[in-house]
Nanobody, 114 residues
């Protein structure tokens, strides 16, 4: 089993920045890919960004250079640096880890005010 704990969400104005963190614990050796997804009210959960243990990254189309995902394998932690935030980025952001199965954190709220 893998446990994921997110932190770093909050309220920010348009154009501001936030940095999300997700710490993994448990059966860490099984994890390859970690990443972030988000879900706004009434919408489906969508990909924000993923990163493999080797450092290969993948981003959702809407990111367009505004977000950067990184990973510290020694700390079993993945980060999401979000810059130039827009009101449409408002959502609950969920950490995800893939290791034989999908693991999810409980989510952290990000609210961008206009």
């Amino acid at each position: 089993q893998v446990q994921l704990v997110e932190s770093g969400g909050g309220l920010v104005q348009t154009g501001g920045s936030l940095r999300l963190s997700c710490a993994a614990s448990g059966t860490i050796r099984s994890i390859n890919t970690m990443g972030w997804y988000r879900q706004a009210p009434g919408k489906l959960r969508t990909l924000v960004a993923t990163i493999t243990i080797a450092g290969s990254t993948n981003y959702g189309d809407f990111v367009k250079g505004r977000f950067t995902i990184s990973r510290d394998n020694a700390k079993n932690t993945v980060y999401l640096q979000m810059d130039s935030l827009k009101p449409e980025d408002t959502a609950v952001y969920y950490c995800n880890a893939v290791g034989g199965t999908y693991y999810w954190g409980r989510g952290t709220q990000v609210t961008v005010s206009s």
